[in-house]
């Protein structure tokens, strides 16, 4: 009970670190002629991402406090909450990460139109939440000069990931006010060039922070393989292949297209189709990725 309280916690907190941080990341997608509804939807968007985050955490951090005590009746036990908060490095992290959060919460609740003081505390706040989920999972289970180099290729892993999840709403947001304005649609293929060179920076991020942290947490390669962590791992990476299939595919045959059809005034509606379909599979494939890492969150690499 508590193991599946944790994976759906993990997925909820995950998932809404992502939409936060992508939000105020890409905030400007809202800026310019004929775009005011996309600037209210990623204000929106934000607000109820940093209040997921919120919940995520608390959620987690009541869940792990239970698993510690023997269940759920031991989060009425003050002194057990007492010694996980104020006597061990873990409960430090989770009081950080829950101030983080209020703040978080509050400042997007404050966006304005305008680029404004708040929008880079929002991002700062909301990247700083992502980089220190790298001090709550499997990246603590090394000390000394190790443990520092798996913390920073983990915190590494998870910038990259909430720069490229994070990207796919403000996307969408974006292509359907394309659909019906001619303006936007000139905006939207200049973001989506834009992106292209950010998301290629965010993959290879990925896949060199995914290496070093599968060299630090697995030692028996072979042994992984029919363990329950590497059977997650191995969906985990079927879907990111997936996810990278599609952004190919967006990046040299959809996005070509709607430029194309923007510079020469023809039918930009079949272009636009197509990108708004292939990011909608790649958030569909993403949430799939978060949740096999909300699993792998519970599961030991070395595990039998």
């Not at 983080?100 to 929002?122: F, I, N, Q």
Request: aromatic residues 6%; positive net charge.
């Amino acid at each position: 009970m508590i193991d599946a309280g944790l994976i759906a916690a993990r997925f909820v907190h995950y998932l809404a670190l992502a939409i936060a941080f992508g939000a105020v990341l890409y905030g400007h997608y809202g800026r310019g002629e004929g775009l005011e509804g996309v600037r209210r939807r990623l204000d929106r968007l934000s607000m109820v991402g940093a209040l997921g985050v919120m919940a995520g955490a608390a959620a987690l951090l009541m869940l792990t406090v239970a698993g510690m005590g023997g269940g759920f009746a031991s989060l009425g036990d003050a002194p057990l909450w007492r010694a996980v908060l104020l006597e061990t490095d873990f409960g430090r992290v989770w009081i950080a990460r829950l101030v983080l959060a209020g703040g978080l919460v509050g400042v997007t609740m404050g966006l304005s139109e305008r680029p404004s003081p708040a929008r880079r505390v929002a991002l700062g706040l909301a990247g700083l939440l992502l980089l220190s989920v790298a001090l709550t999972g499997h990246a603590t289970s090394h000390d000394g000069p190790m443990g520092l180099l798996h913390r920073a290729t983990d915190a590494v892993h998870l910038l990259a990931a909430g720069v490229w999840i994070g990207a796919l709403p403000p996307l969408l947001f974006l292509l359907s006010a394309a659909r019906r304005d001619v303006g936007a649609s000139t905006h939207a293929a200049r973001r989506l060039r834009e992106f292209h060179g950010i998301g290629l920076i965010a993959v290879a991020a990925l896949v060199a922070s995914g290496l070093v942290n599968s060299a630090l947490l697995v030692s028996d390669f072979p042994a992984l393989i029919g363990s329950p962590y590497g059977r997650v791992l191995a969906v985990k990476l079927c879907l990111f292949l997936g996810m990278l299939a599609l952004a190919a595919s967006n990046r040299w045959r959809a996005a070509p297209r709607l430029d194309h059809a923007v510079d020469k005034g023809g039918d930009i509606r079949a272009p636009i189709h197509l990108l708004r379909r292939q990011i909608r599979m790649e958030l569909v494939i993403s949430l799939l990725v978060l949740g096999a890492v909300a699993v792998l969150g519970t599961l030991s690499p070395t595990m039998p």
